[in-house]
């Protein structure tokens, strides 16, 4: 009864099941903490970060406005002014959603983006940059997977998810000691070493481990249970029940204004005012061309978890406007979970602490998946010194270990390299990418079929750290965007991106290196032996 209280099978099992899967997930998750970071990288046809001159917020609001008025489609909605220097946005940019083609309700027209030249507010050229899934794209492949239907691949992740935060319960039930074990590694010792190794992961990021998981099945909620909804009035018109939640205007139901839109330039002086010189993100204005339009000011993202400040101001005579009512508790809880668990709120700092939790949870499903072949590597052994061969079950467990944990980041790697190697005007290179991914995984999870597993270890290990140190390399034979250049010219979005890739392959190197021992250590007693039985021959 005790035993079953532990729960230590129910750890065991859940974790082998699914740990493939949310491998393959908290690598994804993990590298999407820098989607943004990542995309430009694999766009090196954009320019340097500090090549853009400093852009005066009040002329480039007014320039915006000023083309969204000549330009945008009378009914449009959702008018909205970007300025640059924040993260993920370099140039001012405006956006406008055209009206619905069909009108049917809860339908939404097409999103439009237009960059700006700051100086003249005329459209600027876009610069022809490469076609890339860049960094959103394996961000997206942790939820959505990749080749796989979309509603099924958002269910496999729930479900997965689901058992992993069952497995980090257990795993702390399994564990009586576990902030004893915290303080417990003994190097050298087997299948005890990668117990105190899975110990000492899980405890450090537990507190992430347990949001992550938990924060992680709310973006899917009523996919995950829809009865709450099938049940409301809402029910076959789930469309009309996210525009309420979302509290998205409906423009038919606005009456149109003739007066003209307030200037937004004193709008942002007066945000500024309040908040600070710089600090104003984004200018928007829901429905322009409405009686009761608003325009909101938002702030640049500081350290709110749920969102950033927001000013409204009444959009025909620019009177300051209340805020709109607060959210019930139940949206603010969900929007607070959903900030956690995507860092929407992180500056630099945090966002580092973000992604090394991250590989923290990579490490601790890595030695999780590796502890279940240590715990049965005796018996193995035992059988094979019989004469007999390993279990058909163990093998396979023993090779998608090797494939998965090894394999899958000279998988990821090999999409860099794809972005570098594909001809930049190949019209599907951005499929292409995704391929190379897929198609890298692929062959590293059946090459351990063919090599004894330390081999196996040994190989896919070297292979990954040179995959990711001869990155820059790579990067500086292909493009004028290196090392030599990004870092004289201060821009550590894209030196970052290199240094560390160079980080990551000295780490796996020295993984590497470990294994490699370990292989010397194992052949000297079969050496040994072998020198015995041809002493006792002569």
């Known amino acids: 009864m005790r035993q079953f209280y532990r729960q230590a099978w129910l750890h065991t099992w859940v974790g082998l099941v699914v740990g493939w899967v949310l491998f393959f997930v908290f690598v994804t998750g993990t590298a999407g903490y820098f989607a943004h970071e990542i995309d430009r990288w694999m766009r090196p046809e954009l320019p340097l970060a500090t090549d853009a001159a400093a852009v005066d917020p009040h002329r480039a609001v007014a320039l915006a406005q000023a083309y969204l008025q000549a330009n945008a489609p009378p009914q449009s909605q959702d008018w909205s002014v970007q300025l640059p220097g924040q993260r993920g946005s370099s ?12 009108g049917k309700p809860g339908a939404r027209g097409r999103f439009v983006r237009r960059t700006l030249d700051p100086d003249t ?9 490469r076609k890339t899934g860049g960094g959103h794209l394996l961000y997206r492949m942790h939820y959505m997977l990749h080749y796989v239907p ?3 691949a958002i269910r496999l992740v729930g479900v997965c998810t689901m058992l992993m935060l069952m497995a980090v319960v257990t795993g702390v039930i399994t564990h009586k000691k576990i902030f004893v074990d915290f303080f417990t590694f003994r190097p050298g010792k087997g299948q005890r070493s990668w117990l105190d190794a899975h110990n000492i992961i899980s405890v450090t990021a537990l507190p992430f481990f347990l949001m992550i998981t938990y924060s992680g099945l ?40 003739t007066q003209p839109l307030v200037a937004l330039a004193p709008l942002v002086a007066r945000a500024e005012a309040q908040w600070g010189a710089g600090q104003v993100a984004r200018v928007s204005v829901q429905q322009p061309r409405g009686a009761d339009a608003d325009v909101q000011l938002v702030q640049v993202a500081g350290g709110q978890i749920a969102g950033s400040d927001r000013l409204r101001f009444h959009a025909r ?8 009512a607060e959210d019930g508790a139940a949206r603010e809880t969900q929007d607070v979970l959903l900030a956690l668990h995507e860092g929407r709120f992180a500056g630099p700092v945090l966002r580092w602490l973000y992604f090394a939790s991250g590989l923290l949870g990579c490490a601790m499903i890595a030695t999780g998946l590796v502890l279940w072949t240590a715990k ?32 899958l980041p000279v998988a990821v790697a090999a999409y860099f390299w794809a972005n570098r190697l594909i001809p930049a005007d190949l019209a599907t290179r951005r499929e292409w990418e995704a391929h190379v991914l897929f198609i890298t995984w692929g062959v590293l999870l059946l090459y351990p079929a063919l090599r004894t597993p330390l081999r196996a270890w040994l190989e896919s290990l070297w ?19 290196h090392l030599g250049v990004t870092l004289p010219a201060g821009d550590w979005v894209l030196a970052g991106f290199d240094l560390t890739m160079l980080a990551l392959g000295v780490c796996l190197a020295v993984a590497a290196r470990r294994v490699h021992r370990r292989q010397r250590a194992a052949a000297e007693p079969a050496r040994a032996r072998g020198a015995v039985v041809a002493g006792a021959a002569l």
């Open 91 to 102: 140039a001012l940019s405006v956006s406008w959603r055209e009206p619905p083609v069909d």
């Open 121 to 129: 507010g005329q459209a600027a050229a876009e610069p022809v940059v």
């Open 150 to 152: 979309y509603d099924v």
């Open 218 to 257: 709310v973006f899917f909620l009523f996919q995950y249970m829809p009865a709450g909804l099938a049940a409301s009035h809402y029910a076959g018109n789930a469309q009309v029940f996210y525009d309420d939640l979302l509290q998205r205007p409906v423009a038919a139901d606005a009456p149109v204004s």
């Open 317 to 324: 005579t620019g009177e300051a406007l209340p805020p709109k």
């Open 376 to 407: 049965r590597r005796a018996q193995q052994d035992k059988r094979a010194r019989a004469g007999g061969k390993p279990e058909f079950g163990f093998r396979l467990v023993e090779c998608l270990n090797i494939g998965t944990v090894a394999g």
């Open 463 to 481: 292979l990954a750290a040179a995959a990711f140190a001869l990155l820059p390399l790579l990067n500086a034979l292909t493009t004028d965007r």
